[in-house]
């Protein structure tokens, strides 16, 4: 869901429609920067789809992400002990460009062409200043810009980072310039022992940290190659494809190209609505995709 399609009230999100001038979802303070979109509501936050409407989405005029290229940046003083959650994102992200799970997006086309699994993966950096400004897309922003050398146009840059939640949120992901060139990113909280965004993942061998930031990626980077800048895909009340199918589990774990397991949530397909050939999300709408 995008800030600039919704209001923030008493630090709670709520779902009126406002403009970006919307209060600051921890600070009350206006938002500075691009927009928060695709925001990653925590377990039992997001509101029911209204009834005896479709559930749809519909395209807005922009761009999609037709070829995607991922860089991951861990950001704060303690990933210097991170345990497994780095090299078990650098797994998550090598296995699912091509995957099954990342061509349930590949229906959606925009201005430039049609959505595709092409995902590639740069790697990591590690940036061991304190992290700052979760809340404030520019600091996000700013922090792409400084740590990737080479950003590219259709780059995707993930910002994880070692702040605890602060909100009803888990993840959000948005986009903005370089210089000159144009970038998507995202942001992540660190979610290790945060029963609001943990997917209860029995898959073996990793830890709960990295099994909650893995389903939140999943969300985030389907939305932001289906809506990468405010003008591509999402329905009636703002929703993207993750956030419609936020928090439902078709299967206890998905296959990635490279073999990898994880648990993690559907992304809605218009098709398999249309078709009745997805699973149901928390309104009990047929839509969900994850390609296991």
């Not at 979760?134 to 996000?140: H, L, P, R, V």
């Amino acid at each position: 869901m995008s800030l600039s399609r919704y209001i923030v009230a008493s630090l709670v999100l709520t779902v009126s429609a406002v403009s970006l001038m919307a209060q600051d979802l921890a600070t009350g303070k206006a938002p500075q920067g691009p927009p928060m979109l695709g925001i990653h509501l925590a377990r039992g936050v997001m509101p029911p789809a209204k009834r005896n409407s479709n559930p749809d989405m519909t395209f807005h005029g922009g761009t999609i992400m037709v070829t995607t290229s991922a860089e991951a940046i861990f950001w704060g003083t303690s990933w210097t002990n991170p345990g497994d959650k780095i090299s078990g994102m650098d797994t998550w992200y090598s296995g699912f460009g091509g995957s099954n799970y990342a061509k349930t997006s590949d229906e959606y086309s925009g201005t430039n062409g049609q959505v595709s699994a092409m995902v590639s993966y740069g790697g990591h950096f590690v940036d061991t200043t304190k992290a700052s400004g979760g809340n404030n897309t520019s600091t996000i922003l700013a922090e792409v810009c400084k740590v990737i050398p080479n950003p590219v146009s259709n780059g995707y840059y993930a910002v994880y980072t070692d702040l605890p939640r602060k909100g009803n949120y888990c993840a959000y992901h948005s986009y903005g310039s370089c210089g000159a060139t144009p970038v998507q990113f995202a942001f992540f909280w660190k979610l290790d022992g945060d029963a609001g965004c943990d997917p209860q993942s029995t898959v073996p061998n990793e830890s709960q940290g990295l099994a909650a930031i893995a389903n939140v990626s999943g969300h985030e980077l389907s939305e932001a190659r289906t809506d990468p800048r405010n003008g591509g895909w999402y329905d009636a009340q703002g929703q993207e494809n993750g956030d419609k199918c936020a928090w439902t589990f078709n299967v206890p774990s998905v296959t990635f190209s490279n073999g990898s397991q994880w648990k993690i949530q559907g992304e809605w397909s218009n098709h398999a609505y249309d078709t009745n050939t997805g699973y149901s999300n928390s309104s009990g709408q047929d839509g969900c995709l994850d390609g296991h």
